[in-house]
């Protein structure tokens, strides 16, 4: 597959040359990418992660992007078999509906809808929906289960197209997509074009301060292009005729922010859950680059923990292992220096099992081969789903294994709870 890489030189948010790099990473291979034999599988290309942040504006974000074709064409990911997003979506369905309280029939849209489960409630109660998604697969399935979806990427030329096709939406989403796009300026373009004059833009996405507080290093990888905080996006939406109106911090996905947005001089009130994330963010100095060189200091941290943690098996002569062939695999093995300890993943996905996790060429085989080759150590790759892995996994710590968790910290857990290490 030949892959096209560029390199912003200015902010995605406000065009500032003065962007400076704060965390510098090892590079890692595309996410998604897995194959049939272990030695394509290690060859595959690795492309630059660091992050960078704006000087001017305070914008976190990566500078080297990925074409977008080489990102979702081989996406595997579903949001209605991720465990406890559809009760979150459900639940986000129900509050959308509240602040919005559109008319009967009205229209719904969700741009980045993977496999309509965002969209689901809303046709339920009888409202029409559409969903924009450009990743073949996950786009086909939204479509067999009756959740109309455009198979593409959002444009300012679809959102005209829809809008005279469809008319405007009264409630707009984009859950965990507000952070993978490069031109966001042209995605809020076509939420605007979208939206009715008393409709609601809501975007979700993982909140910087979290990442920092967390030391979620797993949630950096090609897709999350943006790492977001309130005051740049106050001032970024501004500028598109857009004003954000209140904002939550929620637990999914280890801390993320849900943000509403109307029309620029909209009805609505700005509330003052804003101003109290604009006042948090200022005093905890979110937009200053000293903030963000602090939590490079704490990646590598967690690197030497980690590191030290390999060198002991490797002595000891230890069979490692670990769950979740996840998106933040490709960035938890090779930041935290794995590559060459793990001697295999287990995973249930279909379109894994069988297969060779690039970059890496780690054999990924079903989840029973857990208790069948019951290793000593197991790293949890898929690390937001860590108290559920163990949680299921009682048998293999009953019979001497041992998970380990590496976001925030890491934790080595047996039978009797953390092990000192």
């Not at 948090?280 to 030497?304: I, M």
């Not at 769950?323 to 001697?343: N, V, W």
């Not at 081969?369 to 898929?382: D, G, H, K, S």
């Amino acid at each position: 597959m030949n892959v096209t890489v560029s390199h912003r030189e200015t902010c995605r948010l406000c065009n500032s040359a003065n962007v400076e790099r704060v965390v510098a990473l090892k590079p890692i291979p595309l996410s998604e990418g897995y194959t049939d034999d272990p030695d394509s599988a290690r060859a595959a290309p690795r492309y630059p992660v660091d992050v960078y942040m704006c000087a001017d504006c305070g914008h976190v974000q990566h500078l080297d992007v990925i074409d977008a074709k080489n990102l979702w064409n081989s996406y595997t990911y579903y949001s209605g078999e991720a465990k406890g997003m559809p009760e979150h979506f459900r639940q986000m369905a129900d509050k959308i509906l509240a602040a919005v309280s559109p008319p009967d029939g009205a229209l719904v849209i969700d741009i980045g809808s993977n496999d309509g489960s965002l969209l689901l409630p809303f046709k339920e109660r009888g409202f029409r929906v559409l969903g924009v998604d450009p990743a073949t697969e996950v786009a086909r399935r939204a479509n067999e289960r009756g959740v109309e979806t455009f198979c593409d990427l959002m444009s300012y030329g679809l959102a005209e197209k829809i809008r005279e096709e469809y008319g405007p939406a009264h409630a707009i989403c984009a859950f965990n997509v507000f952070a993978h796009a490069d031109d966001l300026g042209e995605m809020v373009d076509c939420v605007r074009t979208m939206l009715a004059p008393d409709g609601l833009f809501f975007f979700e996405a993982q909140y910087l301060l979290d990442i920092i507080d967390g030391v979620l290093i797993a949630s950096i990888f090609h897709e999350h292009m943006s790492h977001h905080s309130v005051k740049p996006l106050i001032q970024f939406l501004d500028r598109h005729g857009l004003e954000l109106i209140a904002v939550e911090r929620a637990p999914i996905q280890h801390g993320s922010l849900i943000g509403t947005v109307q029309l620029k001089g909209g009805a609505r009130p700005v509330e003052q859950s804003v101003h109290d994330l604009v006042a948090l963010e200022d005093r905890r100095e979110l937009d200053k680059l000293s903030t963000l060189r602090a939590f490079d200091a704490k990646v590598a941290q967690l690197r030497d923990g980690a590191s030290r943690l390999v060198e002991r098996w490797r002595a000891d002569g230890k069979t490692v292992a670990a769950y979740g062939a996840a998106r933040s695999g490709p960035t938890l093995l090779a930041q935290l220096g794995l590559r060459d300890a793990i001697e295999f993943i287990v995973d249930d996905h279909p379109q894994k099992v069988g297969k060779y996790s690039s970059g890496d060429g780690i054999p990924i085989l079903p989840t029973a081969e857990l208790l069948e080759r019951m290793p000593e150590y197991t790293v949890i790759l898929a690390w937001v789903h860590s108290a559920k892995i163990i949680e299921s996994n009682q048998e293999y710590l009953e019979r001497g294994g041992h998970f380990v968790v590496l976001c925030p910290e890491t934790r080595v857990v047996g039978k009797d709870g953390d092990v000192r290490i």
